[in-house]
């Protein structure tokens, strides 16, 4: 069973760079792209982008200016910098399994973890 | 960006009665190529992530119980729980899979009548 575990600050200062990380176990992250999503308290989901095992990379054009995301394959790991954060970025971030291709459901989920954006 | 419109926003159902949750995409998420509907349902409890319940528009998840199903085409789609159990109190979201950016609908909050 794939298991995905975020980790990283739950508090970021604002116009700092929030960084995180998910580890997956059970499974490997080659030939599978990697999502993160967040959603805001009380709110809905957004996409923010994937990366493929290979390194590739596809952010939302809405946040693609403060996005960068990387790929660790020998330690089975992908992470998420968002820069220059702001208020309007605390959330629980998500990683999730993206599948094998290009144009697929997000299969399996972290239980996500809550970033605070505050001075 | 593909906008996805949940209906209602709020849905009150009385314990083994039927629910039913509509879900429009702005544009058209049925690939000609292989004839599938990039279209994924999730049911998300209070602290705790999504889980994908259907995908391809219609096929069920391994593991989620066959009293929920998805149909529809094209713009606009349908999730339907045939008989409402109290574990089903959730929100629910649609999630177009088409093209990025990926993209969810609002959400649907479902509760016992």
């Known amino acids: 069973q794939v298991q995905l575990q975020e980790s990283g600050p739950g508090l970021v200062k604002p116009s700092e760079t929030l960084s995180l990380t998910c580890t997956v176990s059970?499974?490997?992250?080659?030939?599978?792209?990697w999502s993160w999503i967040r959603q805001p308290p009380g709110k809905g989901l957004e996409w923010i982008g994937y990366?493929?095992?290979?390194?590739?990379?596809r952010y939302n054009p809405s946040l693609k200016s403060r996005v960068t995301m990387s790929v660790d394959t020998s330690k089975n790991q992908f992470s998420l910098r968002l820069s220059s954060v702001t208020a309007a970025d605390t959330a629980v971030y998500y990683c999730a399994r993206t599948g094998p291709n290009y144009g697929y459901y997000f299969d399996y989920w972290g239980q996500g973890t809550l970033v605070t954006v505050s001075s | 960006d593909i906008v996805m419109t949940q209906s209602p926003d709020s849905l009150a159902v009385s314990l083994g009665e039927r629910a039913t949750i509509n879900c429009k995409s702005s544009?058209?998420?049925?690939?000609?190529?292989?004839?599938?509907?990039?279209l994924a349902w999730y049911q998300q409890k209070p602290g705790q992530p999504p889980r994908v319940l259907i995908y391809w528009a219609s096929t069920r998840e391994s593991g989620v119980p066959d009293r929920f199903s998805g149909s529809g085409s094209g713009t606009e789609f349908t999730l339907t729980i045939s008989s409402l159990q109290a574990e089903d109190v959730a929100v629910y979201y649609c999630?177009?899979?088409?093209?990025?950016?990926?993209?969810f609908g609002q959400g649907t909050r479902l509760e016992i009548k």
């Open positions: 059970g499974g490997s992250i080659s030939s599978y792209y």
């Open positions: 999630q177009q899979f088409y093209t990025t950016p990926y993209t």
């Open positions: 544009q058209n998420v049925l690939y000609s190529s292989n004839n599938k509907n990039y």
């Open positions: 990366i493929y095992y290979s390194g590739s990379t």
